[in-house]
């Protein structure tokens, strides 16, 4: 059983930061390569970032120099530090195991939402 609990979202202007938190439950999410995906109202959920267990980082075109994903395994947390957003980063922001994602454990999500 695992629980993905997302916070941090919120209402930010264009060139702003946040900084979600993916807290997790259980102890297998230091096992596995974790992700932060996203939904923008109209479209599918997409991928964004992912991270191995190791700390190697993989990004989409879309957000590569801007999001910065990380985690501490001691925790069981995970952290997505978005810079320099735009009204296009606007989605519920969401974490879970990736690139195949636990489809029982997907979470509430926390939204994002970039304007002026």
């Known amino acids: 059983q695992v629980q993905l609990v997302e916070s941090g979202g919120g209402l930010v202007q264009p060139g702003g930061s946040l900084r979600l938190s993916c807290a997790a439950s259980?102890?297998?999410?230091?096992?596995?390569?974790m992700g932060w995906y996203r939904q923008a109202p109209g479209k599918q959920r997409e991928l964004v970032a992912r991270?191995?267990?190791?700390?190697?980082?993989n990004y989409a075109d879309s957000v590569k120099g801007r999001f910065t994903i990380s985690r501490d395994n001691n925790k069981n947390i995970m952290y997505l530090q978005m810079n320099s957003l735009k009204p296009e980063d606007t989605a519920v922001y969401f974490c879970?195991?990736?690139?195949?994602?636990?489809?029982?454990?997907w979470g509430q999500g926390t939204q994002v939402t970039v304007s002026s």
């Open positions: 879970n195991a990736a690139p195949m994602p636990w489809p029982r454990y």
């Open positions: 259980g102890s297998i999410f230091r096992l596995y390569t």
């Open positions: 991270i191995t267990s190791g700390g190697s980082t």
